[in-house]
């Protein structure tokens, strides 16, 4: 896998385990992003993977493993409630997007960031349509969140210190 070292910043690997307990890497993927603070991954088919990387430069960067090693779509979030030093990047000062969770299908996808949104995304809607909802909006970023087994209860954490269920 080339890198393209002018937009590439991070690197995130797919390794194999071999029948010998040993690992290969197999897929190299490209992001942007300076810092990561989720990842996950969801499997799409038998041998390919969706991958999101999310970022503290608000951003998510979503991954089809079967269509190479750059993104297929960038998940923004807005500007930060967190005030970070100004004379400090933003992908350097900023806790991004922190929450990052599937929902019940692999179509169905969730973030929640420094902007205090938790947002709703389609991942396999068409690029430019894959905005589903803003969730919910609160005073403070989005620090941590999970779902309850069956995707029908959220619980989100802000970086205030507040706890929310939905």
């Not at 991070?10 to 290969?24: A, C, E, G, P, V």
């Not at 350097?92 to 947002?119: I, L």
Request: hydrophobic share 35%.
């Amino acid at each position: 896998t080339s890198c393209d070292s002018a937009k590439t910043r991070t690197q995130i690997r797919i390794f194999h385990q071999q029948d010998t307990s040993t690992f290969t890497n197999v897929k190299t993927l490209d992001c942007p992003a300076i810092d990561v603070n989720e990842l996950t991954v969801k499997a799409n088919s038998l041998v390919e993977c969706f991958v999101t990387a999310s970022c503290t430069n608000g951003f998510t960067y979503v991954w089809d493993t079967a269509r190479g090693d750059q993104p297929l779509h960038a998940l923004q979030h807005g500007e930060t409630l967190d005030n970070p030093d100004p004379d400090v990047p933003l992908d350097v000062g900023d806790s991004g997007v922190k929450f990052a969770a599937w929902g019940r299908s692999s179509d169905r996808f969730y973030t929640g960031g420094s902007d205090g949104v938790v947002k709703a995304w389609n991942l396999k809607g068409a690029s430019g349509s894959i905005f589903v909802k803003d969730v919910m909006s609160i005073s403070g970023g989005i620090s941590t969140g999970v779902f309850n087994d069956d995707c029908s209860k959220l619980l989100i954490g802000d970086a205030t210190g507040k706890i929310y269920f939905l």
